[in-house]
């Protein structure tokens, strides 16, 4: 209970300048981007859909405006507020239900079933067990929902040549030596490989596929670079969709796109 409110008041100040720092930059767009696509393949207009760690609601109210129903859920009072906002200024043809709940409680919300879920951004990350993730979206999606997630990469060829040339050689090898990774004594970053999470999850969730997301692209504390060439950028966008479900290369991505289907 104390670490869930350290990470509802860490991700309250984050609250201010998430959009600026994260999803809003040039690389976090990219990224949203190509989740995406994940999503509109797999779901259709219609769908009823969960979303873990929505933050500040930009990929619910964009399915919204697929006329796609989702129910997103963030432990950030703050999170939820901006994202009710987001939702009002545009007015999406399905406007989002946003409530505050923490992923650790998804055995408590009263909805569904949902004909699908995700989580986008590496929020499961942040989860100390997907073990009881998995457990709990299972319970409320119908026989076969999709399950959407992005999480980090733990093998990024382009982090660890940005860090060694900014003679930086701790952090540049940092993914692929510490699997838990604190955050400023709030919470605990996790990083699994595809295989751990496919292993966690394997009692709920069947993995369908999965691709490679910020191949080429650089990550997100690269922006400054990023916005000094952005034709160079919109082509690194492609050829990162292009070669995302290669096999060998999807494992050098910051990112990983999972798509479960529940047993």
Known sequence: MEALKSAETFW????????????????????????????????????????????????????GTRNISVTALDLSPKMIALARDH??????????RFEVLATENLDTLEAGPFDGAFSNFSG?????????VSRDVAQL????????????????PVEI?????????????????HQRLSVDGTFAIQRPTVH????????????????????TVP?????????????????????????GHLPLIRSMADCVILEFERI
């Not at 995406?36 to 760690?53: H, I, K, Q, Y």
């Not at 939702?87 to 989002?96: D, Q, T």
């Not at 499961?124 to 009881?132: A, I, K, R």
């Not at 990550?219 to 070669?243: C, F, G, H, N, T």
């Open 124 to 132: 499961l990350n942040c989860v100390e067990n997907l073990e009881d």
């Open 141 to 156: 999606l119908r026989p076969q929902g999709r399950f959407l997630i992005c999480m980090m990469g733990r093998f990024v």
């Open 12 to 63: 309250n100040v984050a609250a201010e300048t998430y959009e600026q720092e994260v999803s809003g930059t040039i690389v976090g767009q990219i990224r949203r981007k190509e989740m995406w696509g994940e999503l509109e393949r797999a779901f259709r207009p219609g769908d009823s859909v969960l979303e873990l760690n929505c933050g500040t609601g930009i990929d619910a109210v964009y399915l």
């Open 87 to 96: 939702a009002k200024a545009v007015a999406p043809i399905s406007r989002p």
């Open 161 to 177: 040549i940005w860090f060694l040339l900014h003679g930086k050689p701790r952090r540049a090898f940092s993914r692929m030596l």
């Open 196 to 215: 751990d999470i496919a292993l966690q999850m394997g009692k709920h969730f069947r993995l369908v596929r999965w691709r490679g997301a910020g191949i």
């Open 219 to 243: 990550p997100s504390y690269a922006e400054r670079v990023a916005i000094r060439i952005p034709k160079i950028m919109a082509i690194l966008a492609v050829l990162d969709q292009r070669v």
